[in-house]
């Protein structure tokens, strides 16, 4: 097992446009959770998913969406761009909660200009 | 609000010495809390986590409810301890985690 994947692994956009981010999980991992690493920072929580229903929500706008497929796959969407948006996109895995050991993607570092 | 605080940015040791990394946090429920680390090109993974009270390559951390506080302690540091350190404060019913802003710890020889 390659472990969690994520793609792209980096990413320039402008302000004002949209983003998908996508992760696939370790095989048999029901539960995807989303962070954002801003530089000199440590992981900001964004969402988690479980069985493809949002259990939890971080301090983020609305402009950021996620959903999780039948195959436990995830997206991470962002709309309306902003500089601030400019980060590494964290994406962990685990069997059912985050309880459990999260198992981290290499993440996808996005540039906003 | 829950936080988790991790006063140093950089920790710098000699190889053989004690380490301490501090972390503090604010939560008024029951705390279920994590050490993540990242070496040098690689993913960010679990060290360990309270309710285990396992020593996971030397590195020992326990859970001071008084002083709201999960140290990560090891007695002697090696030179691949050198890594950033995360601590985590898992909330939410088991569904937010709160990551503290990390700190690095520099093994010299």
């Known amino acids: 097992d390659a472990g969690v994947t994520q793609s792209p692994t980096h990413l320039i956009k402008t302000r004002g446009q949209h983003v998908t981010l996508r992760c696939s999980p370790i095989?048999?991992?029901?539960?995807v959770s989303w962070y954002q690493q801003v530089l000199g920072q440590g992981p900001q929580f964004i969402f988690q998913?479980?069985?493809?229903?949002?259990?939890g929500r971080g301090n983020f706008p609305d402009r950021f969406s996620a959903r999780q497929f039948p195959n436990y796959s995830s997206e991470l969407n962002v709309n309306a761009l902003l500089l601030g948006d400019s980060a590494l996109y964290l994406c962990?895995?685990?069997?059912?909660?985050?309880?459990?050991?999260?198992?981290f993607g290499p993440g996808t570092r996005l540039l906003v200009l | 609000a829950q936080r988790v605080t991790q006063p140093e940015k950089l920790l710098s040791v000699f190889k053989g010495a004690p380490v301490e990394l501090k972390c503090n946090y604010s939560?008024?429920?029951?705390?279920?809390l994590f050490w993540y680390v990242q070496y040098s090109r690689q993913r960010l993974q679990l060290l360990l986590r309270?309710?285990s009270r396992e020593s996971i390559k030397g590195f020992t951390a326990d859970l001071n409810k008084g002083e709201t506080s999960f140290h990560l302690k090891k007695p002697f540091a090696q030179e691949e301890d050198s890594a950033m350190y995360y601590c985590?404060?898992?909330?939410?019913?088991?569904?937010?985690?709160?990551f503290g802003t990390g700190t690095q710890l520099k093994v010299e020889l």
């Open positions: 962990a895995s685990s069997r059912r909660g985050m309880e459990e050991t999260q198992y």
């Open positions: 095989s048999g991992h029901k539960s």
């Open positions: 998913y479980y069985e493809k229903e949002e259990r």
């Open positions: 939560y008024s429920g029951s705390p279920e």
């Open positions: 309270h309710i």
């Open positions: 985590a404060l898992l909330t939410g019913g088991g569904n937010k985690l709160t």
